[in-house]
C-alpha cells in the first residue's frame, strides 16, 4: 500500500510539472495594426477639419477615445454654448467633456450664469433611477456614464434601474415614433407605448453596466450580449451601418476586449471590428453612412469612439481618472540588430572542427516556442513512462 502511494504521488508530480512547462499563452488573433491605422487617419481628420456643430460635444468625446487632447489640439471655445441644461443628453455629454477637458463640471458659466452641471443632472434622477418617465433607456444610460465620471452617489441607483429596465429579448430601448396626423407629414411624436430594442442602445448598455459592475450587472448584460448575436447578420442591426456597428462593439470591446479581438463575435467569417473599418474613407480618414466618400458627421463620432474604445479601453474611464482595464493597444516596433557589432572575445580554446551533425544539433538547441513545449512535453511523457515501469517493478519485487 505504501508503495502505491508513492507511485501516485510521483505519477502526479510529473504529469502536473508536464502541464505546466507546456502551457502556451494566447496572442490576440486579430491584425491590431490596422486598427491603429484607422484610428490613426480618423484623428488627423479630426486635427484637419476640426469639430462640427452638429456634433460638437461627440467629436470631442470621439477624439478623446482615440488618446487625443482636445483642448491642445482643437478649437474648444464654443464648449459650453454647446450644453442644453434642459436636456438631460445635453448635461450628460457635458459633464463627460468637462472631466475629459480637465475643467470642474460643478463651475461652468453657461449663457452667462455660472451652472453646476452634476447638481442639475443628479436632481433629475427621481426615486426609481429614472431619468423620466419619458426619457428612455438611451437617455437613461448617457446619464449614468455621466454619473460615472464624477463617481456620484447617484450611480448605482441609476444603474440597478436601468439593469431592470431592458426588454424581454435582451435589448436596451428607445422609444418609437407615431404619426399623429397620418395627412401631415410633420406630425410625428414620440410613442410612449412602443420600447424599441436596438443594438445602438444596447452597446451603451453594456458599456455603462460594465464600468458600473461587471460582476454585479452580469446576467443582465449577458442577455444584452446574447440580444447583440441574435440580431447579427453582415453587421449588427436590420443592415449594416457604421453607427450601430459601432455602439455595438464599443460595448462588447469594454465587456472584455479579447473575446472581441480574439473572433468570439465572428460572423460570416467577419469581424466586427472589420465591418466597422469597411465604412471609412481611408483617403480621408472619416466614415460615411450611405455611399462611400460621403462625409457624415455622426457616422464619424460613432467609429471613431469605438477605436478608441477598443484601442484604449472606455473613454469614460479616461474622464474618471481611474479604473481603466484595459492597457492601450500600440504598435510593435521592428526590432533593429546593431550596426556596430562588440569585439569579440580572444578564445583560448583548442580550434575545434565542428562537423555538420553538430551544427544540426546546435541549431536544434536554440529554437524557441511551441516546437521546444512539444519536445518537452514529449520527453516528459516518455520519463513518465519510464518512471512508471520502474517503480512498477520494485512493487512486485517487495511482493
Given at each position: 500500500m505504501k508503495m502505491k502511494k508513492i507511485i501516485c504521488s510521483l505519477m502526479i508530480s510529473v504529469l502536473c510539472f508536464m502541464t505546466a512547462i507546456s502551457g502556451v499563452s494566447a496572442a490576440n488573433t486579430y491584425d491590431t495594426a490596422k486598427l491603429l491605422d484607422a484610428a490613426e487617419k480618423v484623428k488627423a481628420y479630426y486635427k484637419e477639419n476640426g469639430l462640427s456643430d452638429t456634433s460638437y460635444l461627440d467629436d470631442i468625446i470621439a477624439y478623446e477615445a482615440l488618446g487625443g487632447e482636445a483642448e491642445d489640439d482643437l478649437d474648444i471655445s464654443k464648449f459650453e454654448s454647446q450644453i442644453y441644461v434642459t436636456s438631460v443628453g445635453s448635461i450628460s455629454k457635458g459633464i463627460i467633456v468637462a472631466k475629459l477637458l480637465k475643467k470642474d463640471p460643478t463651475n461652468l458659466i453657461i449663457n452667462g450664469s455660472q451652472v453646476n452641471l452634476v447638481s442639475e443632472l443628479e436632481n433629475k434622477v427621481d426615486d426609481n433611477g429614472c431619468f423620466g418617465a419619458y426619457e428612455g433607456n438611451n437617455i437613461d444610460i448617457?446619464?449614468?456614464?455621466?454619473l460615472e465620471t464624477v463617481s456620484s452617489s447617484k450611480t448605482e441607483l441609476v444603474a440597478n434601474h436601468i439593469s431592470n429596465d431592458i426588454n424581454p429579448d435582451g435589448g436596451f430601448w428607445n422609444f418609437g415614433w407615431k404619426q399623429e396626423n397620418p395627412d401631415d407629414p410633420y406630425s410625428w411624436v414620440i410613442d410612449t407605448d412602443s420600447k424599441l430594442s436596438t443594438c445602438d442602445v444596447t452597446g451603451w448598455g453594456i458599456e455603462a453596466l460594465s464600468i458600473a459592475g461587471k460582476n454585479k450587472y452580469s446576467s443582465t448584460i449577458q442577455k444584452a450580449i446574447q440580444y447583440l448575436r441574435d440580431n447579427q447578420n453582415d453587421g449588427f442591426g436590420y443592415s449594416a451601418n457604421p453607427n450601430t456597428q459601432a455602439c455595438a462593439v464599443e460595448g462588447l470591446s469594454v465587456y472584455n476586449r479579447e473575446l472581441l479581438l480574439n473572433g468570439d463575435y465572428d460572423k460570416n467569417n467577419k469581424n466586427p471590428i472589420d465591418v466597422l473599418l469597411s465604412f471609412q474613407n481611408t483617403d480621408k480618414g472619416n466614415f460615411w453612412y450611405y455611399e462611400l466618400g460621403?462625409?457624415?458627421?455622426y457616422a464619424t463620432q460613432d467609429a471613431a469612439r469605438a477605436l478608441g474604445t477598443i484601442i484604449n479601453g472606455s473613454?469614460?474611464?479616461?474622464?474618471?481618472?481611474?479604473?481603466?482595464?484595459?492597457?492601450?493597444?500600440?504598435?510593435?516596433?521592428?526590432?533593429?540588430?546593431?550596426?556596430?557589432p562588440a569585439e569579440p572575445k580572444k578564445d583560448t580554446t583548442p580550434t575545434q572542427t565542428t562537423t555538420s551533425a553538430q551544427t544540426d544539433k546546435k541549431a536544434t538547441a536554440v529554437k524557441t516556442g511551441d516546437d521546444t513545449n512539444v519536445i518537452i512535453y514529449v520527453s516528459l511523457s516518455m520519463m513518465s513512462a519510464g518512471l512508471f515501469l520502474v517503480l512498477k517493478k520494485e512493487y512486485e519485487r517487495a511482493h
Open positions: 448617457w446619464g449614468l456614464l455621466a460621403e462625409d457624415n458627421d473613454v469614460i474611464y479616461k474622464a474618471k481618472g481611474s479604473g481603466n482595464p484595459d492597457k492601450p493597444l500600440v504598435k510593435e516596433e521592428p526590432k533593429t540588430e546593431p550596426t556596430t
